[in-house]
């Protein structure tokens, strides 16, 4: 065990420093470049920054996963410690991730449709999905056990489509996208880890160095400062959905907890982004306007509005994030699995009234100053 948190240690100083040196490399050919994040009306910055921040990500986690990989198998053998499930479901989530990147990468540079984006990133979650495995039991959750293929498949893509472009649309304040990630990422490898799956471990570690990288570029850089772009927003949301796919269909492997509890548990992980995804779409529907046309009704942009800087509302949405994880860690193993359903809907809807109703309380009393 300490053998393997040395190279789970090793994978994200590797990945850390490969983030450190390409981000100022990749500011410096952006800005020469004009590949640069243009302000309008529905952004919260004014200043030109560079947007390539993502393309960092791939490479540094491949390189960094790859060649810890190979010194610890070459160091303790490879037919004993490695499940041929995880490096199978690894080879094609490979596959579809290197999809995502270059589909992120192209919007960056060039812009694509938001149909290509659909069919690209639907190309990729099958390619995860279908050979790896699809959502097949929902546990009791509105009354549902076991899922059809024919149900499951279509069900299980259209979440990880889901997951992807939450991600991407949490996107709009410094460092929430990457913080949020990175909560995943270290409660995943923790969980991982103590459950015996050292490669999914290391593979989350060595996605956190580079993420934390780019987090304080992007958060606190100056001369240096840049975005992930869709590059690295659709990478992340990707990775992400690997995760919670390997936390809820595959317990057995990799938890020594009830099947039912996993669920709760990735959607702890994902709740922010995924909520407030969805109730954003919700809402632009109800409104009679298309679920994907900009706004700024995102629950950054109301946190924001209350006067707080980019860098509070980063923090505040990462404590109320935490709060969500350890919450349904905890509560989870002693709640029925539609009452925890029940309380993140409802605390969502209440986190969202909340913070419309103390905008409004500052508005009236500014206009009445």
């Not at 540094?60 to 990989?69: H, Q, R």
Request: glycine share 8%.
């Amino acid at each position: 065990m300490p053998n393997e948190i040395a190279y789970i240690i090793l994978g994200f100083v590797l990945s850390l420093a490969i983030g450190r040196i390409c981000i100022p490399s990749i500011i410096i050919v952006s800005k020469k470049k004009r590949l640069i994040d243009i302000p309008n009306e529905r952004k919260v910055h004014t200043a030109l920054i560079p947007r390539l921040g993502g393309i960092s990500f791939f490479p540094a986690l491949v390189i960094s996963y790859t060649f810890i990989k190979g010194i610890f198998w070459a160091s303790n053998g490879f037919a004993a410690i490695e499940s041929p499930i995880f490096i199978r479901d690894l080879l094609f989530f490979t596959c579809g991730l290197m999809i995502i990147f270059a589909t992120g990468l192209s919007d960056d540079i060039a812009g694509l449709s938001y149909r290509r984006k659909f069919l690209l990133q639907f190309i990729a979650a099958a390619i995860m999905v279908i050979p790896t495995g699809y959502i097949n039991n929902l546990y009791g959750l509105f009354g549902i056990h076991q899922i059809p293929a024919i149900l499951g498949i279509p069900l299980t893509i259209i979440i990880v489509i889901g997951i992807i472009n939450a991600y991407n649309l949490i996107d709009g304040v410094d460092g929430l996208c990457s913080g949020l990630s990175s909560l995943v990422f270290i409660t995943s490898g923790v969980f991982f880890y103590i459950n015996g799956n050292f490669g999914i471990a290391l593979l989350a570690t060595c996605t956190l160095g580079v993420v934390f990288a780019f987090f304080m570029y992007n958060v606190f850089g100056k001369r240096l400062k840049i975005f992930m772009g869709d590059g690295g927003s659709l990478t992340l949301g990707y990775i992400i959905s690997f995760f919670c796919l390997q936390f809820i269909t595959k317990p057995e492997i990799s938890f020594e907890i009830p099947s039912g509890e996993t669920l709760m548990i990735a959607m702890g992980l994902i709740f922010i982004p995924l909520f407030d995804t969805t109730r954003v779409f919700a809402s632009r529907i109800y409104r009679g306007v298309s679920p994907f046309y900009p706004d700024k009704t995102h629950i950054h942009h109301k946190v924001l509005r209350l006067g707080f800087t980019h860098l509070q509302s980063t923090l505040i949405l990462l404590c109320i994030q935490a709060i969500y994880i350890l919450a349904n860690i905890l509560l989870t193993p002693y709640l029925n699995i539609n009452i925890m359903f029940i309380i993140n809907m409802g605390s969502g809807i209440l986190l969202i009234y909340v913070l419309n109703r103390i905008y409004k309380h500052k508005s009236d009393k500014a206009i009445k100053a």
